[in-house]
């Protein structure tokens, strides 16, 4: 029986939210310490090129993004933590399933279809593609690679990202077709349980509506954005609904149930949203307090950031490189004596 391996990939582009902690960062990190399972979590450095980001901007959200998760606690000697760009035989596996990869696929690709459908909707140039590069087209494909290079048998993501597993399995069931049975085809792992938060504005928490709360904030800063969350004009004493509210959303994703619980009796009792944002700050501030230390120690070190990454790197090539060559091998890409 083939072991599960897990795999998730964090793409370096922007500082990690209070968002991305719970519906992302938190499981993981807690899955990196299961001695049952077999983890790989990496930095997708080469797919925050897609995105055209400022070069500085990519290093330093992979420094940010790196001292978060290993201030948060990710064990990085029972899982496998690494750069993608450290790793070569990942590119050269794109190129490998690029060949096998109908375009017809990539047309029906979610994000492809997004930027033309924008294009369409501006109305002031006829190109459907004006704007589009190659990195964007074929996103999917850097992806599949990302998870058939280790053999990936799980890779939790959330809706919007269970199209690009889909692919790869489509990719590597044609791979297998031709080659034989080389490629281990992935699983969707979709987190039905995993909080999405909203932001300061009430939209979904996201570095493009520029309306997050950065995990690491320093303390004052933390305030600050917490009393700038939305809310309506209940004055004290009136009852909150929970239904509609952000304060609360936030809290219940931090909180255990039974605090969960008291909160919910204050809404009924009319609790002022005030009392609720300065609530949500203490708790919040609390719980990521220690973490912060951490945080700010290496991001004054990334050299240590540096070191981890390395060593995981070393890790993953150990599986990367006889993987490589057996894929080679089958495509007839092989030594002559």
């Known amino acids: 029986m083939t072991d599960e391996i897990y795999l998730t990939g964090i793409t370096t582009t922007g500082t990690p939210h209070i968002g991305n902690y719970v519906g992302a960062i938190r499981p993981s990190v807690a899955a990196s310490k299961d001695a049952l399972k077999k983890n790989f979590y990496f930095l997708?450095?080469?797919?925050?090129?897609?995105?055209?980001?400022?070069?500085?901007?990519?290093?330093?959200?992979?420094?940010?993004?790196?001292?978060a998760w290993l201030a948060l606690g990710m064990d990085t000697d029972n899982s496998v933590f690494y750069r993608q760009s450290d790793i070569p035989e990942i590119p050269e596996l794109t190129w490998i399933l690029t060949s096998m990869t109908a375009?017809?696929?990539?047309?029906?690709?979610?994000?492809?279809?997004?930027?033309?459908?924008?294009?369409?909707?501006?109305?002031?140039?006829?190109?459907?593609?004006?704007?589009?590069?190659?990195?964007?087209?074929?996103?999917?494909?850097?992806?599949?690679?990302?998870?058939?290079?280790?053999?990936?048998?799980?890779?939790?993501?959330?809706?919007?990202?269970?199209?690009?597993?889909?692919?790869?399995?489509?990719?590597?069931?044609?791979?297998?077709?031709?080659?034989?049975d080389v490629l281990v085809l992935p699983e969707p792992v979709i987190?039905?349980?995993?909080?999405?938060?909203?932001?300061?504005?009430?939209?979904?928490?996201?570095?493009?509506?520029?309306?997050?709360?950065?995990?690491?904030?320093?303390?004052?800063?933390?305030?600050?954005?917490?009393?700038?969350i939305k809310t309506n004009s209940l004055e004290p004493?009136?009852?909150?609904?929970?239904?509609?509210?952000?304060?609360?959303?936030?809290?219940?994703?931090?909180?255990?149930?039974e605090e969960t619980t008291a909160i919910e009796k204050q809404y009924e009792d009319?609790?002022?949203?005030?009392?609720?944002?300065?609530?949500?700050f203490e708790y919040i501030n609390d719980h990521i307090g220690p973490a912060r230390e951490e945080y700010e120690r290496l991001i004054a070190n990334p050299a240590d950031v540096e070191a981890e990454l390395l060593k995981g790197a070393t890790r993953a090539r150990e599986v990367a490189v006889p993987y490589i060559e057996q894929i080679r091998h089958a495509i007839g890409i092989r030594k002559l004596g």
């Open 44 to 67: 997708a450095d080469f797919h925050a090129l897609a995105k055209n980001e400022d070069p500085d901007k990519i290093s330093q959200s992979t420094l940010e993004i790196a001292a």
């Open 270 to 280: 009319g609790i002022a949203w005030g009392a609720m944002k300065q609530v949500l």
């Open 191 to 228: 987190g039905d349980d995993t909080a999405v938060l909203a932001g300061l504005d009430g939209r979904k928490m996201s570095k493009s509506y520029n309306n997050t709360i950065a995990l690491f904030a320093p303390e004052k800063k933390l305030r600050k954005l917490i009393m700038k």
């Open 103 to 180: 375009k017809g696929l990539m047309n029906r690709a979610h994000s492809y279809k997004a930027a033309v459908q924008a294009n369409l909707d501006s109305g002031g140039d006829k190109d459907p593609d004006k704007g589009i590069t190659m990195a964007l087209y074929s996103y999917p494909i850097l992806m599949a690679a990302d998870i058939l290079m280790f053999r990936a048998t799980k890779v939790p993501v959330g809706r919007d990202q269970k199209q690009h597993v889909e692919m790869a399995r489509d990719i590597a069931q044609r791979f297998n077709h031709h080659f034989g």
């Open 237 to 257: 004493g009136e009852p909150k609904d929970i239904a509609d509210s952000t304060l609360y959303d936030i809290f219940k994703a931090f909180a255990t149930p």
